[in-house]
């Protein structure tokens, strides 16, 4: 077991996770040195320790308690991960992983698969999802390219990892099912300390700020006076809009926070309603 006051957090150390893992811990102002090839540092200002880790042996770490917390693909999780709580959804490297088969081949449901031979470095969560549509198939696990199995006789179709899409396209398969929509998450041991539970409390606290200030905009704009209530009523705002009276007794100052999913939607509300001046700021932390 490690030092209880210092939380161990294992982050891939060269691959598609590890600037968004980077970054999300910068952002939330934990300050540490991260220079390639580094497989360990301390935070400077944070009770917190990085391991840095292929992926795919960050599961065990978490699992066996080397490491408390580690960030993986939902993918790697489920494949690897024995005895992990899933502690968070951190929303970026999202993807899918995917049923694919040649172009050509007609498909008309899971049937085409059974008694079929698929290729996939996912074997443990294909299975699962072939037992329960009762499919019964000849799984060929394989560690990389395995896009390439149809066309070199191996297996008749695919069990991969899709993002763009482009991958399956270039080898002549397309996607006929998705088993798991994946994105990154924070794995956690389960028995870490009080004392750990209470640091990890206070790094939940600091991403959740993050990722709600990144969902949201702060915004200001000028709103004429026989307009403002219906302009205000656009503006739900955290309690409700600031409002400022300029010098001009015709107008006012608005200021609010609004939500990324729906911000064109409301500022063309704004527009039409007669808000002019629209500005619009990011907004580094967002605390409730
Ligand atoms: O070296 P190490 O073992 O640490 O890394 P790795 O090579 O095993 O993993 P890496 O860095 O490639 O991916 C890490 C995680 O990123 C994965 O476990 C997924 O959760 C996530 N992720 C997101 C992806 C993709 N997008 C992705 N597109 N992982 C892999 N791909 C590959 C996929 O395997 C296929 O070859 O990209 C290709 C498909 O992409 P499209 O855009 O052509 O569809
Ligand atoms: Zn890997």
């Known amino acids: 077991m490690t030092n209880n006051s210092i939380l161990r957090l294992a982050i891939q150390r060269k691959g598609r996770l590890s600037e968004d893992s980077l970054n999300l811990i910068k952002e939330s102002g934990i300050k540490f040195s991260s220079g390639t090839g580094k497989l360990k540092s301390k935070s400077r200002n944070f009770p917190i320790e990085f391991l840095f880790l292929r992926d795919d042996d960050i599961p065990d770490y ?111 398969l397309k996607e006929v099912e998705t088993i798991l929509n994946s994105e990154a998450i924070i794995i956690g041991n389960q028995q870490m300390s009080d004392e750990k539970k209470s640091i990890l409390d206070k790094l939940l606290f600091r991403i959740e700020s993050v990722q709600k200030g990144k969902n949201n905009k702060y915004i200001l704009l000028n709103a004429p006076t026989e307009k403002l209530d219906e302009i205000i009523e656009l503006l739900p705002g955290m309690r409700s809009p600031t409002v400022l009276p300029l010098a001009d007794k015709k107008w006012n100052s608005i200021h609010s926070v609004i939500n990324e999913d729906e911000f064109w939607e409301v500022i063309e509300k704004l527009r039409n309603a007669g808000a002019e001046g629209i500005l619009v700021v990011p907004i580094e932390k967002m605390i409730l």
């Open 62 to 172: 978490v699992a066996d308690g080397v490491a408390d917390l580690g960030i993986v693909g939902e993918n790697v999780a489920l494949e690897k991960g024995k005895n992990i709580d899933i502690v968070k959804k951190l929303g970026f490297s999202k993807c899918r992983l995917s049923l694919a088969i040649p172009k050509e081949a007609e498909y008309l449901g899971l049937q085409y698969f059974q008694e079929a031979s698929i290729a996939t470095s996912y074997p443990k969560i294909l299975q699962d999802f072939l037992d329960k549509n009762g499919i019964f198939a000849d799984i060929h696990e394989i560690s990389g390219s395995v896009e390439i199995a149809p066309s070199i006789g191996l297996a008749s179709g695919v069990c991969d990892i899709v993002s763009s899409g482009s991958t399956l396209l270039s080898n002549g």
